[in-house]
């Protein structure tokens, strides 16, 4: 079972906190790491790569101290940034070819037996000799898990990987990350919504540098019962009458009229309003937003 700690992290920029006393686990298996650009999800993603030192507190990695013993840690764990470079005139094959043999694979035929295992488990097999420069967003990301997989580490870490796909490739690849976590930490940092919800078994939710939420998902949405809810407005010059007293997340054009997705406040009542199942969008926007005005 691999574990990892995350102990009173803090880590300022200047006079910027950009991590502020932050603290959780981490098990084997999908995690979500959710928050605002700008929530402190890359500095933390940063000094578990060993990337970034901390100001305070310590993270550890199987019993390793990241800051101890960064060799160490760069042995079990992979990361995929957001943004990478793969080289264009190269095709899948040559390209991992290369990145084994920097990670000190040099037998020959020990490389190409994990270079068809990686292609397998990306479904790259059948553009495996294109040029990467023809490669589709969502063949790229996943060649870069691929070359991230190499060294068979026992963390992996994603950041925004579904950023830019379209709904087919994202949901194929988020069924690949879930599949690679089945014996490994998955960490996916991300600040959309459903692709927590649709992959991930626990969560913590980051907001301007704190922890403001770790647990399951399913926890985190019980605290929105009864605070998300709809209505049917048939005039759309009123919709700002219901703007005045609630946070509206969504309109849906419908037969009737409008229909209003809106974070009820509990001072403000509407015998009109219906209250609806909230989903983990609902319980984001309600966090970070409402808890601005100390609602929540």
């Known amino acids: 079972m691999n574990y990892i700690e995350i102990k009173n992290v803090s880590k300022t920029y200047g006079k910027k906190n950009v991590l502020k006393n932050v603290s959780f686990n981490i098990h084997n298996g999908m995690f979500g790491l959710l928050g605002h650009n700008g929530a402190g999800k890359t500095t933390l993603m940063k000094i578990m790569t060993t990337l970034v030192e901390p100001n305070k507190g310590k993270v550890f990695i199987n019993d390793i101290d990241v800051s101890k013993n960064p060799i160490k840690v760069k042995e079990i764990i992979g990361f995929l940034p957001q943004e990478f470079n793969l080289y264009n005139e190269l095709n899948a094959v040559q390209m991992l070819d290369y990145i084994a043999r920097l990670n000190g694979i040099k037998s020959k035929k020990s490389r190409n037996i994990k270079i068809d295992e990686m292609l397998e488990r990306v479904n790259l097999k059948d553009a495996c000799k294109e040029r990467l420069g023809g490669y589709s967003g969502g063949m790229k990301r996943r060649l870069g898990i691929a070359l991230s997989l190499v060294k068979d580490p026992k963390v992996l870490i994603v950041d925004e990987p579904t950023a830019g796909l379209d709904p087919e490739e994202r949901v194929r690849f988020r069924t690949m990350l879930v599949n690679l976590s089945e014996d490994k930490i998955v960490i996916l940092s ?10 991930c078994d626990q969560m913590v939710l980051l907001n301007k540098g704190k922890v403001d939420f770790v647990g399951n998902p399913d ?30 997340i969504s309109l849906k054009q419908v037969k009737n009229g409008v229909l209003v997705r809106v974070m009820i406040k509990e001072e403000s009542k509407n015998e009109r309003i219906n209250i609806v199942q909230p989903n983990l969008e609902d319980a984001y926007l309600y966090y970070t937003n409402l808890k601005k005005e100390n609602i929540v």
């Open 190 to 199: 991300t600040h959309i919504v459903e692709d927590i919800s649709a992959s």
């Open 219 to 248: 926890t985190w949405l019980q605290g929105v019962n009864g605070k998300i809810g709809e209505i049917c407005i048939e005039d759309r010059t009123k919709i700002g009458l219901i703007e005045k007293d609630h946070h509206i």
